[in-house]
Every structure is written in structure tokens, then in C-alpha cells.
Nanobody, 121 residues
């Protein structure tokens, strides 16, 4: 079994910054891509940013230049540095990981429990 635990959400004023972390633990052989997805009330889930095991990144147009995704492969952890936050960034942020398990070498997609980010105007 694999668990993803997120931290770092909270309430911040517009223009402020937050850093989200997501640590994976359990029966892990390797992790391919890791990413952050958000969902605001009444809206569809949006892929915010993702990073490959080799460090290649991608971002939604709405966050380019403001958010930075990174990872520490030794710690099985992915980060999302969010700067210049806007009220429209308010959402529950979920981390996601494409994991190859140590038991059986199977590949599964795992999700964190979500962390609330609220940006006040």
C-alpha cells in the first residue's frame, strides 16, 4: 500500500505565497510522474503542474510564471511553490503520483487527501 500525505495549505492574502508538500510512503519501487491537481467549488478538476522523474515540468497556463513544481526523489516528495496568489487560486489541491510498487512491480496512480488553499482579496 502507498500513501500520499499533503501539507502546507492555508489562508493567505492575494499576492502572498504558500508552499505545498506531498510525501509518498509505503511499498514503493519507483515513482514516475508526480503532480498537483486542484478543484474549486463548482468547477472541474484542473491539472496545475506536473513533474517527471527526470525533472521535466509542465504547468497550466493559469499558473505559469507564478507556481513552481519540484521534487526530491530521495524523499519521494513533490512540492508546489505558489507565489503571487490570486483569489481564483482558491481550491482544494490534491497531489498525484504514478507509482511502481515494490510488491509485484505493479503500476498504480495514487492520490493524496487534499489540502485547502484559500486566497482572500
Amino acid at each position: 500500500q502507498v500513501q500520499l500525505v499533503e501539507s502546507g495549505g492555508g489562508l493567505v492574502q492575494a499576492g502572498g505565497s504558500l508552499r505545498l508538500s506531498c510525501a509518498a510512503s509505503g511499498s514503493i519501487f519507483s515513482i514516475n510522474a508526480m503532480g498537483w491537481i486542484r478543484q474549486a467549488p463548482g468547477k472541474q478538476r484542473e491539472l496545475v503542474a506536473a513533474i517527471s522523474s527526470g525533472g521535466s515540468t509542465m504547468y497550466a497556463d493559469s499558473v505559469k510564471g507564478r507556481f513552481t513544481v519540484s521534487r526530491d526523489n530521495a524523499k519521494n516528495t513533490v512540492y508546489l511553490q505558489m507565489n503571487s496568489l490570486k483569489p481564483e487560486d482558491t481550491a482544494v489541491y490534491y497531489c498525484n503520483a504514478d507509482v511502481v510498487t515494490a510488491e509485484g512491480g505493479r503500476r498504480y496512480e495514487y492520490w493524496g487527501q487534499g489540502t485547502q488553499v484559500t486566497v482572500s482579496s
